[in-house]
């Protein structure tokens, strides 16, 4: 599979200077769900905000402690979302460091309605890696503002990847975390997936003039507006594709997935199945398509 990045090769556990007052140390976790590994920000220049701590890896931890400089201090812990990637490591962060972790709130936080009754009927995730223990000190709702020594960022709810996410803004730069990210598009996994709500956050964001998105994994998105619309218009594709194949005979999810995603390594099939669930989920509220018998990760599909 060709690098969708090649220049992108940030060395992990080294704290890099990427704008003033901003910083980068790559988590030693890449994977082809991270890429090169989590992104952790340092915003600030003497109290420090740390912004998605990673995975619970010691040599990740003590790589943050080791980027603070003298008369730096972490006053602030952001989390994104509760995946195993971004969030285990707050908990330890907060300890070492005396620092609140803030966030939206507990991994099932943020759910739809119709999200909430599909896991109470049974519908459990692809595997993706849940931080079931995330719980923040301080719960941000959407808009709420938290200012630092000279910095001020913007809580943005922003369900889609994961009920409970939530993007950063920092002026006009959006730490984006897994929403939006310029290497691959984001696993929408239901339940903690929900197309619904990742289409109306793509919307949302493409309501302000970014000029620069830091992703959890990856190298920044230095076009915005374009991967916005980008990422839209590659969902509404896959959306005609579901549609047009059910219109030739009835399928599961992974059945469609085989049959649309033909540019997917066979390792990553077990997300694009996910990917096309949440299609499928999407479409049946809409009405455009109905299971045969109860909705299910396994139910074949029919076009109405």
Same mark, same amino acid.
């Given at each position: 599979m060709q690098d969708p990045q090649p220049d992108f090769q940030p060395r992990p556990g080294l704290a890099e200077e990427? $704008?003033? +007052?901003?910083r980068r140390v790559l988590a030693p976790n890449p994977s082809p769900m991270t890429f090169r590994g989590t992104n952790t920000y340092? @915003? +600030? %220049?003497r109290g420090i905000a740390v912004i998605d701590p990673g995975p619970d890896e010691p040599a990740h931890l003590q790589a943050i402690l080791d980027a603070l400089e003298p008369g730096q201090q972490i006053t602030h812990i952001l989390v994104t979302h509760a995946h195993l990637d971004h969030s285990p490591l707050a #908990? !330890? @962060? $907060?300890? #070492? %460091?005396?620092a609140p972790v803030l966030g939206f709130g507990p991994a099932e936080a943020g759910r739809s309605a119709v999200m909430q009754k599909l896991a109470a009927e049974g519908l459990v995730g692809g595997g993706e890696g849940v931080d079931t223990r995330f719980e923040p000190d301080v719960t941000l709702a959407d808009g709420d503002t938290v200012a630092g020594d000279g910095w001020t960022v913007e809580a943005l709810h922003t369900p889609g990847h994961m009920a409970n996410h939530l993007c950063f803004a920092w002026g006009d730069v959006l730490f984006s975390g897994d929403l939006v990210m310029g290497w691959a598009t984001s696993?929408? *996994?239901?339940? !903690? +997936?929900d197309l619904t709500?990742?289409? $109306? *956050? @793509? =919307? #949302?964001l493409q309501e302000r003039p970014w000029s620069l998105f830091h992703a959890g994994h990856g190298a920044p998105v230095t076009a915005p507006a374009d991967r916005l619309e980008t990422l839209l218009t590659h969902r509404r594709g896959r959306e005609t594709a579901i549609l047009e194949s059910l219109a030739q005979a009835p399928a599961t999810a992974r059945s469609l997935a085989e049959r649309i995603y033909t540019e997917v390594p066979p390792a990553l099939l077990p997300a694009a199945t996910r990917n096309v669930l949440a299609h499928l989920i999407d479409l %049946?509220?809409? *009405? #455009?398509?109905s299971p045969? +018998? =109860?909705? *299910?990760a396994e139910a074949v599909f029919r076009a109405i």
């Open positions: 990427i $704008a003033p +007052g901003l340092l @915003l +600030g %220049t #908990r !330890d @962060l $907060a300890r #070492r %460091t005396g696993l929408v *996994s239901p339940p !903690d +997936g709500a990742f289409m $109306a *956050s @793509l =919307e #949302r %049946t509220q809409k *009405s #455009r398509v045969v +018998g =109860e909705l *299910s």
